[in-house]
């Protein structure tokens, strides 16, 4: 008992492969339920069904990169702030998964634009950063950290018979992909490149409905990982199957 709880309170993995810290500011969206971060920008639907709960943050469209940082995870603590909760000594972890967008009609109010860092998050993740919600905006230091999640990777599949598409969640280690590849099972063992459509919803073909899948998915940091017989058959538009493999 007294082993695991030191290998849990130990710093020793995430520091291992984390960046040094930068600056940012960060703020809060919607309110404690959290419900306002659903259905983002990244494509991930209902937060709490694909393991993100309320652990998320919109980042402002320098961060975001178009998408291709959805999914990545992120410590980030307050800083230079008399309202920092614990003087800001406990940051917290969180997956981006939505776009804080830019306005370009408000140069200089909106966070988000560019080339600003900014992290919009949820409102229980703010409030335990700083010991005043009212605050507003505060600045903070963050860095990239290894995601940890439970179970394998995970895939929604979406769309309809003319425009198929999938999901990709619940990536542990990098938790960015930089590519996916889909191969069908009665495609003879032909690997497909697919394209990325938004967020983490990456573009299928059609005369995949009605086959398995099995895919490849590669990180954000290069490493890939192959999932065989993910997906069965007689798949529907909606359902999330989970893969034995993942990342970390
Ligand atoms: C915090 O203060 C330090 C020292 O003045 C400064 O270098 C740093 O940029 C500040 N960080 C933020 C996020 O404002
Ligand atoms: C941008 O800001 C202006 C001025 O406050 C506002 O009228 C407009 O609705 C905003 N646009 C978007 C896309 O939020």
Redesign the pocket.
């Known amino acids: 008992m007294a082993a695991l709880l030191l290998l849990l309170l130990s710093p020793v993995w995430s520091v291992a492969s984390a960046g040094g810290w930068e600056d940012a500011h960060a703020t809060f969206y919607g309110d404690e339920t959290g419900a306002e971060t659903m259905q983002g920008a990244c494509g991930y639907g209902n937060l709490f069904q694909q393991g993100y709960g309320l652990s998320t943050a919109a980042l402002s469209v320098a961060l975001f990169n178009g998408g291709w940082s959805c999914g990545g995870c992120y410590e980030i603590r307050c800083t230079n702030s008399s309202y920092c909760a614990r003087g800001g000594s406990a940051p917290v972890t969180i997956t981006a998964t939505n776009l804080c ?1 830019a ?1 370009y ?2 140069p200089n109010e909106n966070w988000c634009n560019p080339p600003r860092r900014h992290f919009d998050l949820s409102k229980p993740m703010f409030l335990r950063l700083v010991t005043d919600f009212h605050v507003g905006i505060i600045p903070v230091r963050y860095r990239r950290v290894p995601c940890v999640k439970t179970g394998g990777v995970r895939f929604q599949m979406m769309g309809n018979k003319w425009w198929v598409a999938v999901l990709v969640f619940n990536v542990a280690g990098d938790g960015e992909v930089r590519a996916v590849a889909v191969k069908g099972g009665r495609d003879g063992g032909t690997w497909m490149d697919m394209t990325r459509n938004w967020g983490q919803v990456w573009n299928a073909h059609p005369r995949l409905v009605g086959q398995g899948l099995s895919f490849r998915v590669v990180a954000g940091d290069g490493r890939a990982v192959v999932m065989d017989h993910v997906v069965p058959p007689r798949w529907a538009f909606g359902q999330s199957f989970q893969a034995k493999g993942q990342f970390a």
């Open positions: 967008p306005n009609s408000k």
